[in-house]
């Protein structure tokens, strides 16, 4: 399989280490121009469009975000090449949401939407088809995990004494405020009750040290709750280790003779 890559920051760096250390082929590098000055560096091609990559690429991998989906995705998929990404939250615009599927529809290609930093999906997934009465995400982050985003300007996150809430509201609210940190909350959203019936509140709280993730779900099926305490990558408070793990996950689950 040749694989291709969005973006080289910690997400991607991860994605591509674990990608050569496990002896997959990783080609190409879709980024910015100004990268271009090393085309080569790593063994790896890098392109700064969608025309420029090679007509045997097999499959991309979304590392960079939300404006990354929004500017290369519909292309990608238009060309027949599937495509992986962990940028959920983006979703959340409908438009852009109907962009990709006419584009999928069109190239015969099909976008993957990684599970990222949250587990129990499948579980929602699964209880959807019975019916789910409520759907619930809170997330609970350390104060550093929260800068760049809108809470700086609604709590003293360099104050904090302790646990602050600083948005309540919709999912589809919640990914569009927080583009770099609530594609947990549209993961939820997508996979059970849909953006506008799935609640979220985030959190920054100063006694914790991970970012924990709670859903909290109830339907025909009966109730659950599930949490968990994921760790960042090292070179950024911000990006889900769990995350960079999970489009690993996603391209193994790919080439398995048997898979979940």
């Known amino acids: 399989m040749k694989i291709g890559i969005i973006g080289e920051g910690a997400i991607g760096r991860f994605v591509a280490e674990k990608l050569r250390a496990g002896g997959s082929g990783l080609h190409v590098s879709l980024v910015r ?11 790896v091609a890098r392109v700064a469009s969608v025309a420029d990559l090679p007509g045997d690429i097999d499959l991309m991998v979304d590392c960079a975000g939300h404006a990354a989906l929004i500017e290369h995705g519909a292309a990608i998929l238009e060309r027949g090449i599937d495509l992986i ?9 409908e438009r852009l949401e ?16 990684a599970s990222g930093a949250i587990g129990a999906l499948d579980c929602l997934q699964a ?4 019916g789910l009465n409520a759907v619930t995400y809170t997330g609970r982050k350390p104060p550093e995990g929260w800068l760049g985003s809108p809470a700086q300007a609604r709590v003293d996150l360099a104050g904090l004494k302790s646990a602050a ?5 919709s999912a589809r609210q919640a990914a569009t405020d927080y583009p770099k940190n609530a594609n947990v909350a549209a993961a939820v959203a997508i996979a059970g009750l849909g953006f506008d019936r799935t609640k979220v509140t ?3 709280d100063p006694d914790v040290t991970a970012n924990i993730h709670e859903i909290h779900a109830s339907g025909a099926f009966g109730s659950f709750s599930f949490r968990i305490e994921g760790k960042a990558l090292p070179d950024n ?7 960079a793990m999970s489009i690993i996950s996603a391209i193994e689950r790919r080439r398995a003779a048997i898979t979940t």
């Open 33 to 43: 121009a100004a990268r271009l000055s090393a085309p080569n560096e790593g063994g």
């Open 237 to 243: 408070p911000r990006s889900s280790a769990l995350a």
């Open 202 to 204: 985030l959190i920054a």
């Open 165 to 169: 809430t600083h948005f309540e509201g």
């Open 85 to 93: 990404t962990v940028s959920l939250g983006a979703l959340a615009d």
């Open 127 to 130: 209880a959807r088809v019975g």
């Open 98 to 113: 109907q962009s990709l599927t006419r584009a999928a529809q069109a190239g015969g290609a099909q976008l993957h939407l």
